[in-house]
């Protein structure tokens, strides 16, 4: 259960993380990075960022630009909310896959529909 002090600061930089990508889409390839989820722990020293990158097919390699560039985010994050926080968390981004999952799941819906009418047609 989060505490409103961990839920303010993970909205906080939902926020300003989004904007960031945003405005510098250009570092990133021109990919669209979206921040789905942040979540803070307890003691507000860790967040970790879930990020949805498209296309599909540039997802590694803009990851990996992400990750090289987490000390840089942090820094230019750090100067917006310097007056809000007093410590600026340690960041930890990684894949939101539930894109992916919900994907696979429709797929598998369709298919199994398929299979059902396919089923009722040969009775």
């Given at each position: ?9 993970s ?45 599909q ?33 340690n ?33």
């Amino acid at each position: 259960m989060d505490s409103t002090r961990q839920s303010k600061v993970s909205r906080l930089l939902q926020k300003e993380i989004a904007n960031y990508f945003l405005h510098n889409s250009r570092d990133f390839q021109g990919a669209m990075i979206s921040v789905s989820e942040v979540r803070v722990t307890s003691d507000l020293d860790e967040a970790r960022i879930f990020v949805s990158i498209f296309p599909q097919d540039k997802r590694d390699t803009v990851f990996s630009d992400i990750e090289l560039k987490t000390k840089e985010i942090r820094f230019e994050i750090a100067k917006l909310i310097r007056f809000q926080l007093r410590r600026i968390p340690n960041f930890i981004f990684m894949l939101d896959e539930s894109l992916d999952y919900a994907e696979r799941i429709t797929q598998l819906l369709d298919k199994s529909k398929k299979t059902q009418t396919q089923l009722t047609e040969e009775e």
